[in-house]
């Protein structure tokens, strides 16, 4: 299949696909005479997986990594397992971060409620940061 049908199986955009050809993600595939590229079924089942790896928030290069041990031959299933348990600690992290934005932000929300726009002065540039 040509890139445009690939695209639109996969639900995104051809220079999508050059772009991970591009970085390794997606195999070079054949080219027609005429020097279209034509993939094969397989190349569906790799965007797939790609797709998933994103959505567990996974970065393009981890995911090459994952998809070079399958192509070397090995099982990368404990790579993977490695990679999410690491995720799952940065989620922690993120999520612990935004917990104190939240309070922080939430502090100077009352502040500003509580203190009138007539109060800021000329040398403060808003009173309510």
């Known amino acids: 299949?040509?890139?445009g049908e690939l695209a639109e199986k996969a639900r995104t955009r051809p220079s999508t696909?050059?772009?991970?050809?591009?970085?390794?993600?997606?195999?070079?595939?054949?080219?027609?005479?005429?020097?279209y590229r034509s993939y094969g079924d397989e190349a569906v089942q790799r965007l797939e997986f790609i797709d998933?790896?994103?959505a567990a928030g996974l970065t393009l290069a981890q995911t090459a990594e994952i998809l070079d041990v399958r192509e070397a031959g090995g099982s990368p299933c404990h790579h993977v397992?490695?990679?999410?348990d690491r995720r799952l600690v940065e989620i922690d992290e993120q999520l612990e971060q935004l917990r104190?934005?939240?309070?922080?932000?939430?502090?100077?929300?009352?502040h500003a409620a509580q203190t009138p726009p007539e109060a800021c002065t000329p040398e403060s540039i808003c009173r309510y940061l």
């Open 1 to 3: 299949m040509r890139i």
């Open 17 to 35: 696909l050059r772009y991970y050809e591009e970085r390794g993600l997606l195999q070079p595939p054949e080219r027609t005479l005429t020097g």
């Open 52 to 54: 998933r790896a994103r």
């Open 81 to 84: 397992r490695d990679l999410l």
């Open 100 to 110: 104190l934005l939240r309070t922080s932000i939430a502090e100077l929300s009352t």
